[in-house]
């Protein structure tokens, strides 16, 4: 085939589908035309699952009369001037692609005026093409109406999925931007029905109400507080290790209030997390970070949904450092919450209720808004232990039943990364070298990590083909293992294959919790009163007494108004 130029219609159904994916691609596009024309209150209609009918209402600014043809062409815009502006984009918009895209695969119409206008204008457009334009009136604000999208381009429309999937893509969106935007008011209908709605109110923690659910949304910490002058400014919520999901759905970030993917952002968050969640869990996070538009260029894909950093690692720091701030200031003690109606029975207590935030004491406070502690713990007073794995302590707020082995691994952690950091280890050298015979994986790792090994109090050197020879081991290791039945073999290659999975940029956590792992007591372990008592002071002087190392709680509490209600007290 020669070389030839395209045809217009060609090119513009190639460029939107560069811009319009599905039908939630509109949505987005529309929304953001909307706040870029400083909308209050926007309303999104979907029928079909938005393939049959989209339509985008909002109270904002409009469109002069003179100027609607025009918006229609490509790279049309309002937003941008010169190439300067691209340096310092403000807006959500601006590449002017957009209602030229949709109208290329739509039968598209816009109804719009202006507060300075008498009337508005109405405009029907096919494939891109005007079949209708006149004057009518309506009050201020626009309302694009889309119908029957990619009618013209099948090989899209056979490609887009179910109206379940589709109206779920749709509702990401119209919720991330309730998100993003908490003071502008967000309603979606969907086959006439209400499916979300906003209060518009500027609360964050109300937008998250309507869009995760009050269970989620009142648990949540804050994270920094009033935009400052200092970039990079990191603003928004953030949930408990408590409330971990199974996947980073629940994870929103904005960049300067423009919803962006970013992988870079959501492994920050996960680092913030680190020694706090569980393995395969992911934090709940809702972001803002405010930048100085020249510092991004937003200007690297179609949808404008990624964007470049020209200092990621400050930004990635930024992240990291105030989502831990938060954590470790106001993550609070998990709390049992017993149903009203029934009696206290501690034994079905894990199948009764969720883990909750400490009780304020009274009793028109839900204990989910109850009183956020701080990273240190009350002074306990140990009173026996369960199972021969649960302390029970007394403190100032109520009861406390303390997860003892997890309990250990927090105060081991701390204690071997304080060691570590000091050069410090407690070595414990082994009166005859231990051979370990060890797996082709296991030797690769032995062989390049001896010198970090070492700084942890392993001597180790190679001894043949696949042995090695141990000379010493960190001294709260050789004490569990005396006192285990598992032999010093396994748990040393329980150690090493430790090291073996994830980043290496996380080896020596890896290395320090798996030893404090190792080193903890065990549940089912008979413990003395004496013991209990020192296992619990250390625990109160831990940096982050309430998870181990690896994100379990370490305790949960019972709250002294509970008791009280239990009892028939109150």
Known sequence: MPIQILNPDLVSKIAAGEVIERPASVVKELIENSLDASASQITVEVRGGGISLLRVTDNGSGIPAAEVDLAFQRHAT??????EDLEKI??????????????????????????????????????????????????????????????????????????????????????????????????????GKVSLRTPGNGSLRDAAVDVYGLEIAQELLEVGGEKEEVRPQVTGLIGTPQQARSNRSYMSFFLNRRWIRSPMLAYAVEEAYHGLLMTGKHPVAILNIYLE??????????????????????????????????????????????????????SPLPNQGRLMTPSTGEDHVPASLGQLLTSHLPILR?????????????????????????????????????????????????????????TPQQQVILKSEIDNLLGYGFAVEPFGENSFLVRSVPAVLADAVKDSSQGLGETLKEIIDALSEGEKANWEERIEASLACHGAVKAGQVLSHEEMRELIRLLEKAAMPRTCPHGRPTMVHLSASQLEKEFGRR
């Not at 989502?323 to 009203?340: D, F, G, N, S, Y």
């Not at 081991?412 to 280890?425: D, G, S």
Request: charged content about 20%.
């Open 78 to 83: 309002s937003k941008i001037s010169s190439a």
């Open 90 to 191: 403000s807006s959500l918009g601006f590449r002017g692609e957009a209602l030229a895209s949709i109208a290329a695969v739509s039968l598209i119409e816009l109804f719009t005026q202006t507060t300075e206008e008498a009337a508005g204008t109405f405009l029907g457009l096919k494939g891109g093409e005007v079949i209708e334009k006149l004057g009518r009136g309506r009050s201020p604000g626009t309302t694009v109406t889309v119908r029957n999208l990619f009618y013209n381009v099948p090989a899209r429309r056979k490609f887009l999925k179910s109206w379940a999937t589709e109206n779920s893509h749709i509702s990401l969106v119209v919720g991330q931007y309730g998100l993003a935007f908490p003071e502008v008011r967000f309603t979606l209908y969907n086959e």
């Open 293 to 346: 538009p020249s510092e991004v260029d937003v200007n690297v894909h179609p949808t404008k949904a990624e964007v470049r950093f020209r200092n990621e690692h400050v930004v990635f720091a930024s992240v990291q450092k105030a989502v831990r701030a938060a954590l470790v200031q106001k993550t609070p003690v998990p709390m049992i919450e017993i149903p009203a109606s029934s009696h206290l029975k501690l």
């Open 382 to 438: 140990v009173l026996g232990q369960v199972s021969n794995c649960y302390i029970i302590a007394e403190g100032p707020e109520g009861v406390y039943l303390i997860d003892q082995h997890a309990a250990h691994e927090r105060v081991l952690f701390e204690k071997i990364r304080t060691q570590r950091a000091k050069q410090q280890v407690e070595v414990q050298g082994l009166l005859e070298p231990f051979l370990l015979e060890a």
